[in-house]
């Protein structure tokens, strides 16, 4: 049982380069997160996704873009890396319930832009 | 809107001092509350959690308990030890939400 997995793990883009990364959770979560840890800032709510086919924007979508095909994946796009996307992504799943969900993380994937 | 609060770090420790990390939040409703712990390198792992007012969430000598009158949920453990060095976030959920709601984290050094 891996849980969430995270690929790739470490990336280096040159400005105004595209990239996705792959998030893939075998817990059969309904939810799916993508947040970013910027130094200062903690974690902020990119994009995601309440269910197979479905996305929705969080706190700070801009430059980014999702898509949930499949239950277990949740794809995040860069389509023309900035130096501000510099960053630690952190892809997370979760299962709703009454009072909420908790949410499983993967370890996260270090993006440089340069 | 919804947010939480968290004491600015880095605290600093030596082993088995007692150890408080105080979070605070703004929410309407009925929140659930949780603390998260990121060691070095690592991702995020749920430490503890409370999903009603006056539950207490408790794990590996971490304690915390949800306050509805302060709107708090500050997270407490006796004796420090190295090994609990890391990065401890604290976050809410509204009552049947989506997504969870982070604060800025507060980062944990002990040393021998």
């Known amino acids: 049982n891996a849980g969430v997995t995270q690929t790739p793990k470490f990336r280096v883009l040159k400005t105004g380069q595209s990239m996705t990364l792959l998030c893939a959770q075998d817990?059969?979560?309904?939810?799916m997160y993508w947040y970013r840890q910027d130094p200062g800032m903690g974690l902020r709510l990119i994009h995601y996704?309440?269910?197979?086919?479905?996305?929705a924007k969080g706190e700070v979508p801009d430059g980014y873009n999702v898509s949930r095909l499949k239950k277990q994946n949740f794809l995040l796009g860069l389509e023309s890396a900035a130096p501000s996307q510099t960053s630690v992504y952190f892809c997370?799943?979760?299962?709703?319930?009454?009072?909420?969900?908790?949410?499983?993380f993967g370890q996260g994937t270090r993006l440089t832009v340069v | 809107g919804n947010s939480v609060t968290q004491m600015e770090g880095p605290v600093t420790l030596s082993e088995e001092a007692f150890l408080t990390i105080n979070c605070t939040y703004t929410a309407t409703g009925y929140p659930s509350l949780f603390w998260y712990v990121q060691y070095p390198g690592e991702g995020l792992q749920l430490l503890l959690k409370a999903t009603k007012a006056d539950d207490k969430g408790s794990n590996k000598g971490f304690e915390a308990t949800y306050r509805k009158e302060t709107t708090s949920f500050h997270l407490e453990k006796g004796s420090v030890q190295v090994s609990d060095s890391a990065v401890y976030f604290c976050?809410?959920?509204?009552?049947?939400?989506?997504?969870?709601?982070f604060g800025k984290g507060t980062t944990l050094s002990v040393s021998s």
């Open positions: 997370a799943s979760g299962h709703p319930r009454a009072w909420g969900t908790e949410a499983f």
């Open positions: 817990m059969n979560h309904e939810y």
């Open positions: 996704s309440v269910g197979e086919g479905t996305t």
């Open positions: 976050a809410l959920i509204r009552q049947a939400g989506t997504a969870l709601i």
